[in-house]
């Protein structure tokens, strides 16, 4: 999957920080020139990105399916005219419908979506939702596209300053209790999803993956997504 980058990751090339619309551009260009050398071309492109008699000698089988990753609907509807599929980041049920809607709009019918689900789970809720406000608490900063434009993380500390426990557990889905989990993977599966990504952020991992196995996807039987 490819996207239009973050601050954070490129501020240290010391090139300016592009607007969305340039990075989307440029973006474009790179899925270009990738599926290009995919097909066994010897590349020689001029424009936002270079690349001069670029050749790959060891081809795949077949070109890998090239996602767009998207967090907005405007985005995604972009997405939907040019990639092989559309990844995005969890949210509720409804929004999930929204930006999957506007992936088709703008072309994505038929493709498939991927999800990546961030959640926090620990054995006791007070747990959990402690764990999401330490490790997770700047995905409650606000607009998602103000998060791109961060460069480091003082400016991710400065920004989330202030915000609650509870501010997170609007963004986050924080529970205990698998089942809640469960019922939110069933919903994307209801909408079409084909994968998701769970991603528990806080440091129990082999319990999360454990209690997630023997309690979630069991669950899911019947209405999963291809693979969780």
């Known amino acids: 999957a490819i996207g239009t980058g973050e601050a954070l990751n490129e501020h240290i090339t010391g090139n300016p920080w592009p607007s969305k619309p340039e990075r989307q551009r440029r973006l474009l260009e790179c899925a270009q020139v990738m599926r290009a050398l995919w097909r066994g071309e010897t590349v020689t492109h001029r424009g936002m990105v270079t690349v001069v008699e670029a050749r790959l000698y060891s081809l795949p089988d077949a070109p890998p399916p090239l996602f767009g990753a998207a967090v907005s609907e405007r985005t995604a509807e972009w997405v939907g005219g040019w990639a092989d599929g559309l990844i995005t980041t969890g949210r509720p049920r409804e929004e999930m419908a929204k930006m999957i809607a506007a992936f088709h709009r703008g072309g994505g019918e038929g493709k498939p979506v991927h999800v990546q689900h961030v959640l926090s789970w620990a054995p006791r809720e007070a747990d959990a939702r402690r764990i999401a406000h330490e490790q997770w608490r700047f995905a409650a900063i606000g607009e998602p596209d103000k998060l791109w434009d961060l460069r480091t993380p003082p400016d991710f500390a400065a920004a989330a300053r202030g915000l609650t426990p509870h501010d997170v557990a609007e963004k986050v889905p924080v529970s205990a209790d698998p089942g809640v989990h469960a019922e939110l993977l069933r919903g994307y599966a209801e909408l079409g999803v084909e994968q998701v990504y769970c991603f528990n952020v806080g440091p129990k991992q082999r319990e ?13 039987a019947g209405v999963r997504p291809a693979s969780v």
């Not at 999360?208 to 669950?219: C, D, S, T």
């Open 208 to 220: 999360f993956i454990e209690r997630f196995g023997a309690e979630v996807l069991p669950a899911l």
